[in-house]
């Protein structure tokens, strides 16, 4: 996806992946170090989102997680908050309105947060590709050692980048897995033989094998090739939306400086230099308009701004803007999307926030045992087997106490006498439904149970009851 300007040469206008030849291989990226206030702040910022995302797992309340995304268990703990299954409405409420927000974040800013907070490219342009420069150097240098005959100065830099690039790996693959299980979880797999947990180990080295692949090779295509969010922004983005925008009534036609006083200067202010497709992390040229592939990351606009200073114009030539402010000089953020957007997101917190005041502390989920109908007992009686799974959704022990509201049918706990909930825990216990033989007059009946908590009743479950019917004297 790609929106031509008006001064675009139709002739140069590209109409393929740039990271893609036309005979189909791979066109390797080797973007040029850039400098500027913008990779400035970007590194300022990426060192702030790192730290965050290392610690994240380590940040604790009350002796819990403060993130935890356990799929496993289907136990999520967000800013301390824990969501179970039954809380799935609550997950649903909060996946809309985050991708709605998403939505109105890039219909005016577009994909800034690609360029500026996307773990991939925080990793890739902050760390890994900032090692690769280190050893390697710099761009022409990889060109050069890539395509060269294999020596020992290129043996040991490649050898010296892949261990480092692995070491790395492996702490976001640690990383990525205390997310999802938890630190002590994580302490324990890595403290133990892989015997002893062969799938946490298993895991560790495939997502550890993952992030070596995507940063080693894989790089960019994860952007252009995996990632749906680039091409969302083909119907998300309209001429009022802010992106890196070259700005082409100023720069066009482009040219390159003439030193001669005779030869006629170029009406543009663009020099047609390339820098800004030289650094470019996916190879494209800003000039050629929105594409698909731009990640927002500003380094053409650091690049563009080195080159209009040292020829003596005005800073800008690509900068934020949107089509509208280049083409007409006037820009709107509060569109008519917008508008609708911002009121569906309000609708959607509203209801989250509604829920969440009425969500209930305590939830018990029964469920017949599997496998079995009804046991008949000595003294008369028959009895079903019940499965009870509750949750504590508060900060607080609870204890909770089954009783039946059905007339002639008891309630026998298996193991104790009531239920003790920790603080945000789920609890399976077991339980018997009781009846006298002689009393059952139909195969299967409804029975009402109610949970019973410091006295009160917090919840009414029912069920059925399976027995034969007595027979008649």
Same mark, same amino acid.
Request: proline share 8%; charged share 20%.
């Given at each position: 996806m790609a929106k031509k300007n008006p001064h675009t040469n139709p002739e140069n206008f590209r109409d393929a992946l740039a990271t893609v030849k036309e005979d189909g291989k791979r066109n390797w990226v080797y973007p040029k170090k850039v400098s500027g206030i913008f990779y400035r702040y970007r590194t300022y910022l990426s060192w702030l989102l790192l730290i965050v995302l290392f610690a994240g797992p380590f940040i604790q309340v009350d002796g819990r997680p403060w993130l935890l995304f356990n799929i496993f268990e289907r136990k999520f703990i967000i800013f301390?908050?824990?969501?179970?299954?039954?809380?799935? +409405? #609550?997950?649903i409420f909060l996946l809309l309105i985050f991708m709605v927000f998403i939505i109105l974040f890039t219909v005016i800013f577009g994909r800034v947060w690609c360029g500026w907070?996307?773990?991939q490219t925080l990793f890739m342009e902050m760390v890994f590709r900032k090692i690769e420069n280190a050893i390697e150097g710099d761009a022409n240098r990889q060109r050069t050692l890539n395509e060269g005959p294999w020596s020992v100065e290129k043996i040991v830099k490649k050898g010296v980048k892949l261990l480092v690039f692995a070491i790395i790996s492996l702490l976001i693959g640690h990383l990525v897995m205390a997310y999802l299980i938890g630190v002590d979880q994580v302490k324990e797999i890595v403290s133990q033989p892989p015997t002893q947990n062969m799938a946490g180990f298993v895991g560790l080295l495939a997502f550890s094998g993952i992030f070596m692949f995507v940063f080693t090779w894989f790089r960019e295509q994860a952007c252009l090739v995996v990632c749906p969010y680039g091409r969302l922004q083909g119907v998300l983005l309209d001429d009022n939306s802010i992106n890196v925008m070259y700005d082409y009534v100023r720069g066009e036609p482009r040219g390159p400086l003439r030193k001669s006083q005779a030869e006629i200067s170029p009406k543009g202010d663009c020099v047609d230099c390339s820098l800004c497709v030289q650094v470019c992390p996916t190879g494209i040229d800003i000039r050629n308009g929105i594409q698909m592939e731009c990640v927002n990351c500003t380094a053409c606009i650091d690049a563009c701004d080195e080159v209009m200073l040292k020829v003596d114009r005005p800073k800008g030539l690509i900068r934020y803007a949107s089509e509208n402010s280049i083409q007409k000089g006037e820009q709107k953020l509060m569109s008519t999307r917008v508008k609708a957007y911002s009121l569906v997101l309000i609708v959607l917190i509203l209801g989250f926030v509604s829920l969440i005041a009425t969500r209930e502390d305590l939830e018990a989920t029964v469920t017949r045992f599997p496998g079995m109908t009804y046991q008949m007992r000595d003294n008369g009686t028959v009895s079903n087997l019940y499965q009870i799974t509750l949750i504590n959704k508060t900060f607080q022990e609870q204890s909770v106490d089954l009783q039946s509201l059905s007339e002639d $049918? *008891? $309630?026998? #706990? $298996?193991g104790t006498s009531n239920l003790v909930l920790q603080p945000q825990s789920k609890v399976e216990g077991r339980f018997f439904l009781v009846k006298k033989q002689a009393k059952v007059s139909v195969?299967?009946?409804? $029975?009402? #149970? *109610? #949970?019973? +908590? @410091?006295?009160? @009743?917090i919840d009414q479950i029912n069920t059925s009851f399976m027995a034969p019917v007595a027979k008649k004297q």
């Open positions: 301390g908050a824990v969501f179970w299954p039954q809380d799935t +409405h #609550l997950l907070a996307c773990p $049918v *008891s $309630v026998e #706990l $298996v195969p299967q009946e409804k $029975v009402n #149970l *109610s #949970l019973i +908590h @410091e006295g009160e @009743e």
